[in-house]
Structures are given as C-alpha cells and as structure tokens.
C-alpha cells in the first residue's frame, strides 16, 4: 500500500512540474540509502550549475536537499522493504521547489507536525535564535536528529514551505515537505 501511495503521489508530481514555464531538474522514486543522498544532491547541484543559477541558489538548495534526503534516511519507517521516498526538485517560473516524501510512524508525525508549525510562525531572526537554542541544548534523539534540518531548511528557503502529513494507516503517515527557494 505504501508503495503505491507513494507512486501516484510522484506521478502527479512529475506531471505537475511538467509544462510551460516549469521544468524538472532532478528526480526521483525508489529506496534511500546514503549513496543514494550522494548521487541525488550531487546530480541537482550539477544541473543548477549547467542551467547558470546563482551560486547562492545553488549553495541553499543543495543545503536543503541534504537536510531533507537525510531526514528521509534516518527517520523512515516504510513497513515494507527498504526506505521508500520519492523527491522532485523543479524550476517554476523564477523559483526552484524541492519536494521530498517519505513514510514516518504517526508519532513522529505529530511531532514533525508540532515542529513545522512552531517554525512556520517564526520570523528569521527568531529562527537564528531557535536553531542556536537547539543545538546548545543536547537534546538529541536516538537517530541523531533535534530538529535542526528543519530549521536549516526554513532558514534556507526563508520560511517558504509547506507540509503535509497523510494517515496512511493506523501506525504510520506520508510525510512530504516542499519548499520554494527564490533565485533572485
């Protein structure tokens, strides 16, 4: 089932990034590993560099993708075979959009949902603050992660994202995050 949602969800993607003044640059579906995170961020930074985007678009988008390609690694929870997620990074219009979605336990997408939505009310200089107060603050979780890739990636594309959660069932949820970084 989850392979399923999460395979009409890519393909309702593609085809709405597919069209004038959209183009696709990167992506993907299929299972996460760590070279997989290689190949991907590595691939969209050649392609922004190849179409001439700014090296601050560039340097910001590659420092999302990280962000949201390793969360995708470390929190997964696909009961079925390896690491489900699809991603998309696409030029619309004047800004470029990464997309990223994977399949996490309904508990910890509440808590991601708790997380985005302190942070979506943020202004920047609040951001700064919160990510130096949650780094400082050794709360870790057992995967390693405090919550500072989502801040990195509001901070990266200036607090433009979305998010959306889906119950897949009654033990996990489609978690997929977007964010618009401006090129200008």
Do not use: W
């Amino acid at each position: 089932m989850e392979l399923d949602v999460l395979k009409d969800r890519y393909s309702d993607l593609l085809n709405r990034y597919t069209g004038p003044a959209k183009k696709i640059i990167v992506s993907f579906h299929g299972e996460m590993d760590q070279d997989r995170v290689s190949m991907l961020s590595y691939t969209a930074e050649h392609q922004l560099e190849t179409q001439g985007a700014r090296r601050t678009t560039i340097k910001k988008t590659f420092n999302i993708l990280i962000e949201l390609l390793q969360n995708v690694l470390l929190h997964s929870a696909s009961q079925e075979i390896g690491k489900p997620f699809y991603f998309l990074l696409a030029e619309n219009m004047e800004d470029y959009v990464a997309i990223c979605a994977n399949v996490v336990t309904n508990e910890a997408a509440k808590k991601i949902q708790e997380t985005l939505d302190i942070i979506k009310k943020m202004n920047e200089k609040q951001l700064k603050n919160h990510y130096l107060e949650v780094l400082s603050n050794d709360q870790y979780s057992a995967k390693g992660g405090a919550g500072l890739g989502l801040i990195t990636v509001a901070l990266k594309c200036n607090n433009n994202f979305t998010f959306n959660c889906t119950p897949l069932d009654e033990k996990v949820s489609l978690f997929e995050m977007t964010s618009i970084i401006s090129d200008k």
